[in-house]
């Protein structure tokens, strides 16, 4: 694990932006709150990019915008300043290359973008404000608890239908979405974008997930608090992305927090990059409305491997670390290092993998082998180890070594895998040295 540590480290640097400065107040913005900060903010950055680059200054105050898009060599600095962004879909038009749950389209753009650059960064302290709440973005989901009503507009014919156009390979350019649909976008979202620093600010408020990093490399992730627990609010998905570093950051969600995807069903398969190369380190995961702490998948077609978790702290949530896919997703997971975690008040799982996540059926078994485990600590919990395969594609090669997870209702039930355990304490078992192969439940 060291080894890989050192490797994902080696490749990560910040972005070189240069050493300008642009004042947001100088291209006509106000810090009330109310006035339109839209068209400033494009042309701070328009300025700034023709320059060759520089640092876009937000001084401290609130500024009311729409979507802000960010070009090569650019940082957005905020000095003690609020962004709050317009709830108005319209606002985020036209269209942009994205992602919806694994799948490309063309939808509503993401508060904020960029899509094809080259040292990019959002720095400060400053807070990141997207009022999605039960009024705006949040009903698209068609959950009473998230504000929908019986009879209002949601997004579940939007999936199937997106879902049916990457079924049929229907080109990319033609998954038009975006007005008079539904499918919320992310907060903040770099698409195929290299060198990639996120660092110091809160997120709040987020229409969907949080900071969605897509086809990238050499993205940092440093000392980044996110509070917003909306339907499907996960904190942070690297989706098919390579050298990745997440930080001292802390997470109260509203779904999974650190969550590794690669793409779903045949848009996976057709992109066909895994999300690897990834370090998650000394980050605080806490809040009841967060599903998952450490998660890997379900949108794992293009494979995921050599990922690291150590140091964290996971407090009242449901799972601490989850992979999960299913015949129709596919995908692999290898090489997962969980390492020196602590986790307390798990209303689920400690450790869950699943590969008939859903009930989804298809020809595409997952592959899930090489995870290793090694000193967890745990309180309080449903279940310790929860692993179940599928009888055509047994979970192989799971290592569990100084683990320490008490006060647990089910101490272990797995179900075609193997799983090796070693100098461990799960319940009021204690194991050795002990090979668990096929079928067993032990509460």
């Given at each position: 694990?060291?080894?890989l ?6 490749n ?7 050493d ?7 291209f006509g ?22 320059a ?8 401290e ?15 957005l600095?905020?000095?003690h ?5 317009h709830?108005?879909p ?24 960029a899509?094809g650059?080259?040292?990019?960064a959002i720095?400060?302290?400053?807070v990141l ?6 009024t705006?973005?949040?009903?698209w ?10 009879g209002?507009p949601?997004?579940g ?9 990457v ?7 033609e998954r038009?979405?975006?007005e ?6 992310s907060?903040v979202q770099?698409?195929?974008?290299k ?8 997120l709040?408020?987020s229409p ?22 909306g339907?499907n609010n996960?904190?942070?998905d ?9 930080e ?7 779904d ?16 066909n990059v895994?999300?690897?190369?990834v ?8 809040g009841?409305?967060?599903h ?6 379900s ?18 949530l ?11 997703r596919?995908?692999?997971v ?7 975690n ?15 996540y859903?009930?989804?059926t ?11 485990v090694k ?6 919990g449903?279940?310790?180890v ?8 047994k979970?192989?090669?799971?290592h569990?070594e100084?683990?320490?997870?008490e ?19 799960i319940?009021?078992?204690i ?13």
């Amino acid at each position: 694990m060291e080894e890989l540590i050192r490797e994902i480290l080696d490749n990560i640097a910040k972005p070189e932006i240069p050493d300008r400065e642009f004042n947001i107040l100088d291209f006509g913005a106000v810090a009330d709150g109310k006035g339109d900060c839209t068209d400033a903010f494009k042309r701070a950055i328009e300025t700034a990019a023709s320059a060759g680059g520089g640092r876009i200054l937000v001084p401290e105050g609130t500024y009311l915008t729409g979507p802000i898009h960010l070009e090569s060599n650019i940082e957005l600095h905020l000095e003690h300043a609020t962004l709050k962004f317009h709830i108005d879909p319209k606002r985020y038009l036209p269209v942009v290359l994205t992602r919806f749950e694994g799948m490309e389209l063309y939808n509503y753009s993401p508060l904020i973008y960029a899509h094809g650059k080259k040292n990019v960064a959002i720095t400060g302290r400053g807070v990141l404000d997207g009022q999605a709440n039960e009024t705006n973005w949040w009903i698209w989901k068609g959950k009473e608890e998230f504000g929908w009503k019986a009879g209002m507009p949601h997004q579940g014919p939007d999936v199937a239908k997106l879902t049916q156009m990457v079924k049929n390979n229907m080109a990319v350019e033609e998954r038009i979405f975006g007005e008079g649909h539904f499918l919320r976008p992310s907060f903040v979202q770099f698409y195929r974008c290299k060198n990639v620093l996120l660092e110091g600010f809160e997120l709040i408020n987020s229409p969907m997930w949080c900071i969605h990093p897509v086809l990238c490399e050499n993205v940092i992730v440093r000392n980044v608090k996110i509070s917003s627990r909306g339907p499907n609010n996960d904190g942070i998905d690297p989706e098919s992305c390579r050298y990745v570093l997440i930080e001292n950051c802390f997470f109260d969600t509203g779904d999974d927090s650190i969550v590794i995807k690669s793409g779903r069903n045949e848009d996976g398969r057709r992109i066909n990059v895994p999300c690897e190369y990834v370090l998650a380190r000394n980050n605080t995961v806490f809040g009841e409305k967060s599903h998952g702490g450490f998660v890997i998948g379900s949108e794992m077609s293009g494979g995921a491997r050599k990922l690291v978790a150590a140091n964290n702290l996971f407090v009242n949530l449901e799972r601490v670390l989850r992979i999960k896919s299913n015949p129709r997703r596919g995908g692999f997971v290898e090489d997962v290092y969980f390492v020196n975690n602590v986790a307390v008040n798990v209303s689920e799982e400690f450790i869950v993998i699943h590969t008939d996540y859903d009930n989804e059926t298809g020809d595409h078994p997952p592959l899930v082998r090489n995870i290793f485990v090694k000193n967890l600590k745990g309180i309080r919990g449903k279940y310790g180890v929860r692993i179940k395969g599928l009888e055509n594609s047994k979970i192989t090669d799971i290592h569990l070594e100084d683990c320490v997870l008490e006060d647990v209702e089910f101490a272990v039930q797995v179900e075609h895998c193997e799983v090796k355990i070693r100098n461990s304490r799960i319940g009021k078992y204690i194991f050795s040295d002990a090979t668990l192969d096929g079928r067993m439940e032990a509460r």
